[in-house]
């Protein structure tokens, strides 16, 4: 017998940011000055989260991950992330700073827009395609802009929705 390829339509879902995006979780006026302070404001908005089982131990992994080494990635972008116990599902937050904070990005530029993210341990796999997606959607063309002048939570969303097809 000759077994064959599965199709596509066996495959798993691709991961989707837009849908784990809540406008309850995007935060376009940051107050804070500082890296610490940026993180902590983001990572606020997700307190109270089903999925996040205790949200003090999930920031301290947060900032502690921060200290071993910046994610501060270029042109204005950051992404603080922990993968952790306290976290029972992927979680996303973001945040939007103009100007921005200085965040030792590799560029040396200052951080406009932070993606907080949240992952369970065990979800390894996952969770390294979810940081490949959002590596993916950060190169096209358009996308950072879009997120820097979104007007609202919901064009926020929409962007992402559009740069993942």
Known sequence: MIVTEQTNSHRKPRISFADRLSEKYILLDLKSQTKDQAIREVAESLRGDPSLADFDRFLKDVIKREKDASTGIGKGIAI????TNTVKDFIVAIGRKSPGIDF?????????????????????????????????????????????????????IEIFRTFEK
């Open 80 to 83: 603080p992330h922990a993968r």
């Open 104 to 156: 030792a990005s590799v560029d040396g530029k200052p951080v406009e827009v932070l993606i907080l993210m949240g992952a369970p341990i065990a979800q390894v796999y996952s969770y390294l395609k979810l940081l490949a997606r959002l590596s993916h959607i950060l190169k096209r063309p358009g996308f950072i802009e879009g997120i820097k002048k979104a007007a609202d939570q919901k064009a926020v």
